[in-house]
């Protein structure tokens, strides 16, 4: 398989041209590809397929690293926009993008892209509970935080905690009733006097990951509510870089850098429960 690699604030996937969209691609086969031991090492895969929705013409078919499927992805889509426009597969910098989650209008400029990722929806308040780090073996903090819809589920909660000292490498505790597929977790510092804020995210699928799109799309949204307020432009930093968040009446945006970083040829060995990534050809995504 021909295959690129890409990242949008260090949140980074493996993309799979499939022009004629008849790649089978396992849940096992993309375990393999994004593992980083035995394989290309990525969060996520995003095949490159032709789009069934007449307003787009590429459908990104996004999937987690442990391969099951995911609705959107917020950094996916701005590094799948990147890769259409320097691939030649659109006309212009700007276009839709087909995903699970509906069209996704995307503008591709010199170094960021900036994507509609169509409206937040605020949910009810919930818990999230992580390994506490202070006080005995087996203990947890709760934090609340609310239930943000951005065509996948989250829970983002704001915190004075101190960020770096969660533990994430569990997935937090949820209230399984209210997310019965799972949901990715955010804790966000609440928002200062200039609408920025710090992040973590562990997603759903993936782990904690440096970045994550619709994570900060519902991080931002939630921190403008509890600062009582409906709209704003927010800036959040993830620990793989910074992301602008617009959050309209009816719609938000997602504004930040998308890097193509490497190209090559890739092929899968092993048994088809147990396949491992073999890198044929590798080279510099541009000379």
């Known amino acids: 398989m021909d295959y690129v690699l890409g990242h949008g604030t260090e949140n980074d996937f493996v993309l799979l041209p499939d022009p004629d969209g008849g790649l089978d691609l396992t849940a096992a086969a993309v375990r393999a590809l994004c593992h980083r031991r035995r394989g290309l090492g990525a969060d996520g895969v995003l095949r490159v397929a032709p789009a069934e929705d007449p307003g787009a013409a590429w459908f990104m078919d996004y999937r987690n690293a442990d391969g099951s499927i995911a609705e959107m992805c917020g950094n996916g889509v701005r590094v799948f926009a990147r890769y259409l426009v320097e691939a030649g597969l659109v006309d212009g910098p700007e276009f839709d993008v087909a995903t699970r989650a509906g069209l996704r209008h995307v503008v591709v400029g010199q170094g960021e892209v900036t994507v509609d990722m169509g409206p937040a929806r605020l949910g009810p308040e919930s818990t999230a509970i992580v390994p506490s780090t202070v006080g005995p073996a087996g203990s947890v903090t709760s934090f609340p935080g609310v239930a943000v819809d951005v065509g996948n589920p989250h829970l983002a909660c704001v915190t004075t905690a101190d960020?770096?000292?969660l533990d994430l490498s569990v997935a937090p505790g949820h209230d399984p009733a209210l997310f019965p597929h799972g949901v990715n977790v955010e804790f966000l510092s609440p928002l200062t006097d200039d609408l920025g804020t710090r992040l973590r995210v562990h997603e759903r699928g993936s782990g904690e990951t440096r970045s994550c799109g619709t994570g900060t799309v519902a991080g931002a949204v939630a921190g403008l509510r509890a600062a009582g307020l409906d709209t704003g432009t927010v800036t959040v930093t993830t620990p793989g870089g910074v992301l602008r968040v617009?959050?309209?009446?009816?719609?938000?945006?997602?504004?930040?850098?998308?890097?193509?970083?490497?190209?090559?040829?890739?092929?899968?060995?092993?048994?088809?429960?147990?396949?491992?990534?073999?890198?044929?050809?590798?080279?510099?995504?541009?000379a």
Do not use: F, K, M, N
């Not at 938000?252 to 190209?263: D, E, K, M, N, S």
């Open 246 to 286: 617009g959050v309209e009446a009816g719609t938000t945006t997602l504004t930040g850098p998308a890097v193509l970083i490497a190209r090559g040829e890739v092929e899968l060995g092993g048994s088809d429960d147990e396949p491992y990534a073999s890198t044929r050809v590798a080279q510099a995504a541009r």
């Open 163 to 165: 960020l770096d000292a």
